[in-house]
T-cell receptor
């Protein structure tokens, strides 16, 4: 079946603009995660959704970052007033809540802030 | 706080040679450990997890709680093993968020 999809695949934006990144998880996956990977770094956890709710937002780096999820489906990550340090690959992953911990990753969105 | 350390950014071996990718972790509880792999132009995918105690594509990894390590090993490397490898842990519970190391780029030369 279809895997996790993300859009856009690439986004170039000017400093100070807002951006929205989209994630479509695997159908039926109730858990959804956002991670960020800056150049030369490992993946950093941003936020976790279980259904519609976000019990763990501890990784969001500032109040410019927010995320929401509609039902047990699409999630959007919004970055307001982008800064150059926001440039990174943003990865989304989903998993079945009750079937173990394997997370299935999307292809990522490469964000470049100029 | 939980942390994963992969001391080697780059590792280069010849085909047929043994390979070991190192991973050390710090966590006060009982973590679950994973190895994820990203082949060129592909998405990140699970390679193996310690609770399964299985061998995938000839790779094995043993959790050593005394040394807080979870090194990935393969006795005979193949060219198709060339990829980026990430060690990760989760504390489990109801969250399962992953803490990743910075990754090791493995190159297997012919």
């Amino acid at each position: 079946g279809a895997g996790v999809s993300q859009s856009p695949s690439n986004k170039v934006t000017e400093k100070g603009k807002d951006v929205e990144l989209r994630c479509d998880p695997i159908s039926g996956h109730t858990a959804l995660y956002w991670y960020r990977q800056r150049l030369g770094q490992g993946l950093e956890f941003l936020i976790y959704f279980q259904g519609n709710s976000a019990p763990d937002k501890s990784g969001l780096p500032s109040d410019r970052f927010s995320a929401e999820r509609t039902g047990e489906s699409v999630s959007t990550l919004t970055i307001q007033r982008t800064q150059q340090e926001d440039s990174a690959v943003y990865l989304c992953a989903s998993s079945l809540r009750l079937a173990g911990v394997e997370q299935y990753f999307g292809p990522g969105t490469r964000l470049t802030v100029t | 706080a939980q942390r994963v350390t992969q001391p080697e950014k780059l590792l280069s071996v010849f085909k047929g040679a043994p390979v070991e990718l190192k991973c050390n972790y710090s966590y006060s509880g009982s973590p679950e450990l994973f190895w994820y792999v990203q082949y060129s132009r592909q998405r990140l995918q699970l390679l193996l997890r310690h609770i399964s105690r299985e061998s995938i594509k000839g790779f094995t990894a043993d959790l050593n709680k005394g040394e807080t390590s979870f090194h990935l090993k393969k006795p005979f490397a193949q060219e198709e093993d060339s990829a980026m490898y990430y060690c990760a842990l989760t504390s489990g519970g109801s969250n399962y968020k992953l803490t990743f190391g910075k990754g090791t780029l493995l190159t297997v030369n012919p």
